[in-house]
């Protein structure tokens, strides 16, 4: 593995710590905003004392492929090069949590019903 590729998987890991800890918790993704070297310090991210931080906040739309991990990667190393990085954090995912009628979980379950309550050789 070469320095830079072990220099992306260690931005990758912790710009995935910094994602998921700011859709799971208010708390991070307020200090994300308001002391993003102190934030990003606490996944593992460093950041030049001098160095400027711009937290962008985004959507995820079907078309923001340019927007994805490659491009965040490539700014992150621009911004060794400027002294200016981007991060760019987007929304939460939004899940759909409506409930399931019988007929969905059926077709989610295929159709597959056990004859029997023990275990046999066709259910392992």
């Not at 996944?43 to 927007?67: C, F, K, M, N, Y």
């Not at 990667?73 to 991060?87: D, Q």
Request: proline share 6%; net charge negative.
């Amino acid at each position: 593995m070469t320095v830079i590729d072990s220099q992306t998987r260690a931005f990758t890991d912790a710009y995935t710590r910094a994602l998921t800890s700011s859709w799971a918790s208010d708390d991070y993704a307020e200090r994300l905003q308001s002391d993003p070297r102190a934030a990003l310090e606490e996944v593992g991210l460093s950041v030049p004392p001098q160095a400027q931080i711009e937290i962008v906040r985004t959507q995820i739309t079907d078309d923001s492929d340019d927007e994805g991990l490659e491009a965040q990667i490539a700014m992150w190393l621009e911004g060794h090069r400027t002294g200016t990085y981007r991060l760019l954090i987007p929304d939460p995912p939004e899940l759909d949590t409506a409930e399931l009628d019988l007929d969905d979980m059926a077709t989610i379950g295929g159709g597959f019903a056990c004859c029997c309550c023990g275990p046999c050789s066709c259910c392992s």
